[in-house]
Structure formats: C-alpha cells, structure tokens
C-alpha cells in the first residue's frame, strides 16, 4: 500500500511517499498548484506503484479550504482514494509523535502521510463535492443577502431625506411597487405635479391593479404636504440604489436556482420535513458535509453550538445554563429558523413548541428547544437516509 501525504499551500504543495512497510519513496517533492505540478505528482506516484493499480494508493490532505479543492478534484477524477483530514487532529498526531518543536511544509507531509495508517481520516467521494459547491453557494448567497441589506439601508435613509412620509403610506418602501413609483417619480415634489391619470396607471402597474385611482390621490396629497428636502443628487442616488437593489436580487434568484440543483442532485430527506425550503435545506447540508462525521446526535448538537454550557463550582452544578453558541453560526441559524418554520406546519413540533411555551419559557428558549429536538431528527434523516414521518 502507497500513502500520499499532501501539505497544501496557496501557489505550491509538499508530498510525502511511503509504503505500508514504512519505507519512505520520497519526502522532499514539492509541486506547483498548476495542471504541471499535478500531473508531475500523478506520474511520480505512477512509477512507485510500478505494476501494482492505483487502488494500492492512499492520498490524504488536510481540510484548507478553497486551497485544497483544485488538487482534490484533480487526484478523485484520476480515481485515487482521496482522504480530508482534519487539521487539529493532523496537529495533535504531530506533537504525539515528536517531542521537536519542528513544524515546516516537508514534516507536515510526512505526518500526514503517517497518519493515513489510522482511522483519523474520511474518504472524499461524490457527495463531498457536491456538498463543497452548496457551501461555496450558500456562504456566497450569504454575501449577496449582506450586500442587498446593506443597499436597503440606504434607500431607507435617502427616503427620510427625501420623502420620509412614504413609509408610513405603503405596507413597505422596498415592495416592488414602490420600487417602481420611486424609479419613475423619485421625489414629492415630481409626485404631486404629476398628471392624476399618469400617477394611477404607474401605480396600478407597479401593483398589479391592487392600487387605483384613490390611492393616487391620496399619494397626491401626502406629496404636496411633504417635508422632505431632496435635491438632484439624492434623488440619483435613490434610483441607482434601488436599481443595484434589483440587479443583486436577481443574482440571488439565480443563484437560488443554482442552489436547487445542487441540492436535487443529493436527493436530501431534509426536503421531506414541512416548512424545510431548499434553501433552509442548502445551508444546513453544506454546514454538516458528510453526516458520518458525527457519531452521535450530541456532536451534531455541539457541532451546531447548540449544546448547553455547564458550569459547576464546588459541589454546585448548574441546572439551567445557555447554550455555548459556537460551531456553525450558520447552521444553528439556518435551525433555528427552521425549528419556527417547521413548528408551524408539523403536529408534533407544534406540540412540542406550545408545551415549552405553557411552561412560561422565554420564545428565544422556546425555539432552542424545538432547534435541538429537530437536530436530533436532521441526525436520524441524514445517518438512515430515511424520509420525514409526522406523526399524528
């Protein structure tokens, strides 16, 4: 048996060789993070295995993340057996197996190359990839979100400037009809002199026929009494924020199509559970990666950040602590919303939800509660593969 350990950089990775003997092939081969360097390392590996196949061949890397994915991806379509290690683990095997305070590239290779002999590494495989491009998708949707909040933030204070009696007029200033009045009457004053019958069509269009000729007038009027102070700049600005808003929107409406692909690709059992959405779904999978990870629902639990904290001083313990929020910041997010969601649609959680409730607990505390218990299902759904039951 061959074991290839890989230390992973930006612009070049060290190998490490040896064999199940422990004899060591070589330990100094650097390789450029290019098509080169790979196919340098694949031939190198290729003349060591002389007749032997490439099932003889083991090759671990540890989980760096975007570094890695190239090399990874590149050594699995070449059919090796690809392993990601966890780097804690990879640090911790290395100060057990050396009492040297001696950390380069070329040592990290070799600990990795040594440790393929335990159990400390996961085989990567399809899903793994699959799972890699829903969490490049989801951190990116993440962003987009960010960046369109951020846009919104702003066409609320150019509003105050301008035309701060809006808000209080429509069900919400960035509603898709008020987008449209704004882009083609950005300030009160081109409002309230603009032809009644104008002002009705434009709002009857930006609302699908829900707003008429009432809600014209009475725009009218609120704009003829205005407070608001823009001027030409502002009244730009509000228009390019708001068409910035509508083109990331639509990159987000792209992007979640992207998403749906991927995750109908993984044939998820999370899709089963009511109030689950591909995109509740996406966030959750991509934050799990592979369920074998997480021997028990407990892990999966602190995975999440979603276990209890303990405190305990003397003969005292604590019984009732928060919880330690750390781990996923996006999958105990992405929970506890679905816990809300789910509770509304499923008997069971509804249940479960209004008990915590009757015993005077705090909404917050209520739906940690339900996020736990949905954890400990997610768990059994992912490790069985099994589709969600209600329960009656």
Not at 29 to 39: P, V
Not at 148 to 177: A, M, N
Not at 260 to 276: A, R, W
Request: contains cysteine; positive net charge; proline residues 3%.
């Amino acid at each position: 048996m061959i074991f290839v350990g890989i230390d992973v950089a930006k612009s070049k990775h060290d190998c490490c060789i040896l064999d199940s003997d422990g004899v060591i092939h070589t330990d100094s081969l650097r390789i450029n993070n290019d098509k080169e360097g790979f196919e340098k390392l694949y031939s190198t590996i290729l003349s060591i295995l002389n007749s032997n196949t490439i099932d003889n061949v083991k090759i671990g890397l540890e989980s760096t993340g975007h570094y890695s994915n190239n090399i990874t991806n590149y050594l699995y379509s070449k059919g090796f057996e690809v392993h990601i290690l966890n780097p804690l683990a990879t640090n911790l095997f290395r100060k057990a197996s050396t009492l040297r305070k001696t950390k380069t590239d070329k040592t990290d290779a070799k600990v990795i190359a040594t440790m393929l002999f335990s159990d400390e590494s996961k085989s990567y495989s399809p899903s793994s990839y699959q799972i890699q491009e829903l969490k490049s998708l989801t951190r990116h949707r993440y962003r987009m979100i960010g960046y369109r909040s951020k846009l919104k933030l702003s066409v609320t204070r150019l509003l105050d400037i301008i035309f701060p009696e809006l808000e209080g007029f429509v069900w919400s200033v960035h509603q898709s009809s008020s987008y449209a009045l704004l882009l083609e009457l950005p300030t009160p004053q081109e409002i309230s002199s603009c032809h009644l019958t104008k002002l009705t069509s434009i709002l009857k269009k930006a609302s699908r026929g829900k707003y008429g000729k009432d809600k014209a007038v009475a725009l009218k009027e609120l704009a003829s009494n205005s407070i608001g102070s823009g001027n030409r700049s502002t009244s730009f600005e509000l228009q390019q924020t708001i068409r910035l808003i509508q083109s990331v929107q639509s990159e987000i409406d792209a992007l979640d199509k992207q998403i749906k692909i991927v995750v109908d690709e993984l044939n998820t059992p999370l899709l089963t559970i009511p109030g689950i959405s591909y995109t509740l779904a996406s966030i959750i999978l991509a934050e799990i990666g592979e369920i074998e990870r997480f021997a028990t629902p407990a892990k999966l639990l602190a995975f999440a950040g979603m276990e209890p904290s303990t405190y305990q001083s003397g003969k005292f313990t604590a019984s009732k602590t928060p919880m330690v929020k750390r781990g996923s910041t996006y999958l105990r997010w992405a929970v506890l919303q679905a816990a809300r969601l789910v509770s509304m649609r499923d008997y069971t959680f509804s249940v479960y939800m209004n008990k915590k409730r009757s015993e005077g607990k705090h909404y917050s505390v209520v739906q940690s509660h339900v996020g736990k218990k949905l954890i400990r299902v997610i768990f059994y759904l992912l490790k069985n593969n099994e589709t969600f039951v209600p329960q009656s």
